[in-house]
């Protein structure tokens, strides 16, 4: 990578890495892991930068590495670690700490319960507020498949996380 | 139409993510590219390693040496020869355009005049020969179409492959020889497929075009003073006679002779 490759490339990730960060530790569920998978990503990423900085969308691109990424590769690790911290997570500023770290708690559960993919639909679908169509191009598989795929996932959520309404109207 | 029950999935995925920021993962990113981009050339080169040379199977390791390790054939001020010859190719004002041609390396001209005639030719990136662990290496990403929708290739240029694999970042056994590699039975060998291989002789160098079990696609000339010139193009909008030609042509060549 040449330095205004490189440059375009830092300027790419300082405005973007937050929000990545984030969809990361959806798809993961831990921060660590999420730093991985999005070190990973960004490594992936680098290496095709001149491809993709000349794609229509940067986003889509990176996107598309994520996904693959976790779906692929993090599949194939163990479902469950455990981790020793040195602090309990840092649970944000929220108005009813007890409610929302309990929402937290059932909802990361209820997430580490579903597989990959279906996490992923998820993610993409209702955090990433992606349309069917464009969720079916960066999984690689037909929008019927997606919304059949979210219509299990929802309902399996239900399953997991029968209080997920009402705890969230409580909030 | 959301339910509520989607609605709720959708605040509580926002809430869940909410999280301090993550370190800066930049600079591990774009050390880990260079390091797999230098792993994937000199495997490239070294591919031949195992059959060639009497049935001895030469180790080799690949190590990094820490985040910092040197940087692949990107040019810096600091090591840069003293020739305007190393220059990077630059993007502004739109970095998503192709870079301008006023500031493209001068042996693009070269390449050029082998290329079949088409208005759409533009630079993504490249730089001229710009100091390498002690050999000097110009490089040019070129694509067909603005954005590359009609393809990419890549042209490499290296003076002295031999030092260029026994940086600080390959170790190689000390009488390691490259050139005694880069024969024809053992590229022959070492490929899937192979689309031609000449020898050198005295006035001209190995010529090879070969696909290795990656799929990646090869097309060399290389020197016995060690000069190398490859291109890549995985995306066959080349034809074979066109591509070497370029990699042979003398002014090229002519352009790394120190």
């Known amino acids: 990578m040449d330095g205004q490759n490189e440059r375009e490339f830092r300027e790419y990730v300082a405005a973007r890495q937050d929000r990545l960060f984030r969809v990361a530790l959806l798809l993961t569920g831990h921060r660590e892991d999420a730093e991985d998978l999005l070190q990973t990503a960004l490594t992936k990423l680098a290496l095709h930068w001149t491809t993709a900085a000349r794609a229509t969308s940067v986003d889509a691109y990176v996107r598309k590495i994520l996904y693959h990424q976790q779906v692929g590769h993090w599949r194939r690790r163990a479902p469950h670690r455990e981790y020793a911290t040195a602090a309990p997570p840092d649970p944000g500023v929220v108005d009813d700490p007890a409610t929302d770290t309990a929402l937290r708690v059932t909802l990361s559960r209820a997430l580490g319960q579903l597989t990959h993919r279906q996490r992923a639909v998820l993610v993409l679908r209702y955090y990433e507020d992606l349309p069917e169509s464009e969720v079916a191009r960066i999984l690689g598989c037909a929008v019927g498949t997606v919304r059949s795929q979210t219509a299990r996932t929802l309902a399996r959520l239900r399953t997991l996380c029968p209080d997920l309404l009402s705890t969230m109207e409580r909030t | ?258």
Not at chain 2, 5 to 21: C, G, I, K, Y
């Open chain 2, 1 to 258: 139409m959301t339910s509520p029950f989607e609605s709720s999935v959708r605040d509580s995925l926002q809430r869940l993510a909410e999280a301090p920021p993550a370190r800066s993962l930049v600079d591990r990113a774009l050390s880990d590219a260079r390091r797999i981009r230098r792993r994937r050339r000199t495997l490239a080169a070294l591919a031949a390693i195992a059959i060639v040379g009497g049935g001895t199977a030469t180790p080799f390791v690949l190590t990094a040496r820490g985040g910092n390790a040197p940087v692949g054939t990107t040019p810096t001020t600091a090591t840069a020869r003293p020739t305007t010859e190393c220059r990077t190719a630059t993007h502004e004002p739109s970095p998503f355009a192709g870079a301008i041609p006023d500031t493209w390396p001068s042996f693009i001209g070269i390449v050029m005049a082998h290329l079949p005639p088409r208005d759409d030719y533009y630079v993504s990136s490249g730089y001229g020969l710009c100091e390498d662990m002690g050999a000097s290496a110009g490089r040019v990403v070129m694509s067909i179409g603005e954005q590359g929708e009609h393809g990419q290739f890549v042209v490499e240029l290296i003076t002295d492959f031999q030092k260029l694999i026994q940086g600080p970042n390959v170790i190689t056994p000390s009488a390691f020889n490259i050139s005694a590699y880069f024969t024809c039975p053992g590229l022959q060998a070492e490929h899937v497929e192979v689309y031609f291989c000449e020898e050198a002789t005295e006035t001209q160098p190995l010529a090879f075009a070969g696909r290795d079990h990656r799929g990646d696609m090869w097309v060399f000339a290389y020197y016995p003073d060690r000069r190398y010139i490859v291109l890549e193009n995985n995306d066959t909008i080349l034809d074979l006679p066109t591509m070497r030609a370029i990699v042979t042509d003398p002014e090229l060549a002519a352009l790394l002779q120190r």
